[in-house]
């Protein structure tokens, strides 16, 4: 089945250091996203990719770094600049067909600090 | 500038009675516009989406939108809540970036159904 992985479900970021997220997606997608979910405060944007090594900036992008070196992978590290790391982290895909086609999502990676 | 709005936070509704969420949108044209349901712990699902055409859109699960342009509402129903709809909802609405053919998702903050027996 066709779909995104995010790894893993559970994550715990000890003082100053640096943890990744891994994103792996087999539904050919171009386009991929990591999305940050906070309580009661919807899904903010943190780095979006639409092409093999280029990648963009979103609207939450401080105290976090990701490549794209593959299509199928889109990993998000958090760093030890991030100061609130604490949150659900969903990482999402969608075809460039066309603006309008739909993102599918990843079951989320819950990152905890230690 | 918020692109889109939820005014509930949180709605409680009996099994078997009818569900409206609302949700308003702020952007001069007609946007693309999505309605998706995330269980405890679980990413999002696509419940359906509006691009342009008729109205009354209908998605999986037995839920249906409606936008209105004058309104510049697409609120999302069912006639028949289920106790397995408790979940929470969000709207969320495509705009492109400037310069871009890449349309960005933003989302409202969420409406949590709770589904008494």
């Known amino acids: 089945d066709g779909g995104i992985t995010q790894s893993p479900k559970y994550l715990f970021r000890k003082e100053g250091q640096n943890v990744t997220l891994s994103c792996e997606q087999n539904?050919?997608?171009?386009?991929m996203y990591w999305y940050r979910q906070d309580p009661g405060q919807g899904l903010r944007l943190i780095y979006y990719?639409?092409?093999?090594?280029?990648?963009q900036k979103g609207d939450i992008a401080e105290g976090y770094s990701v490549s794209r070196e593959k299509k199928e992978s889109f990993p998000l590290t958090v760093t030890s600049a991030q100061k609130n790391p604490t949150a659900f982290y969903l990482c999402?895909?969608?075809?460039?067909?066309?603006?309008?086609?739909?993102?599918?999502f990843g079951d989320g990676t819950r990152l905890s600090i230690l | 500038a918020q692109s889109v709005t939820q005014p509930d936070i949180h709605i409680t509704v009996s099994e078997g009675a009818s569900l409206e969420l609302r949700c308003n949108y702020s952007?001069?044209?007609?946007?693309?516009l999505f309605w998706y349901v995330q269980s405890p712990g679980q990413g999002l699902q696509l419940l359906l989406k509006?691009?342009?055409?008729?109205?009354l859109v209908q998605g999986i699960k037995g839920f249906e939108a409606e936008f209105k342009r004058s309104q510049s509402s697409f609120n999302l129903r069912k006639p028949s809540v289920h106790w397995s709809d408790a979940a929470e909802y969000f709207c969320?609405?495509?705009?492109?970036?400037?310069?871009?053919?890449?349309?960005?998702?933003?989302f409202g903050r969420g409406t949590q159904l709770t589904v008494w027996p």
């Open positions: 999402a895909s969608s075809s460039l067909d066309r603006s309008n086609q739909p993102q599918h």
């Open positions: 509006y691009f342009s055409g008729d109205t």
């Open positions: 952007y001069g044209a007609t946007p693309y």
């Open positions: 969320a609405v495509v705009l492109l970036d400037r310069g871009s053919t890449l349309g960005r998702l933003y």
């Open positions: 990719s639409q092409i093999v090594n280029d990648f």
């Open positions: 539904l050919n997608h171009d386009a």
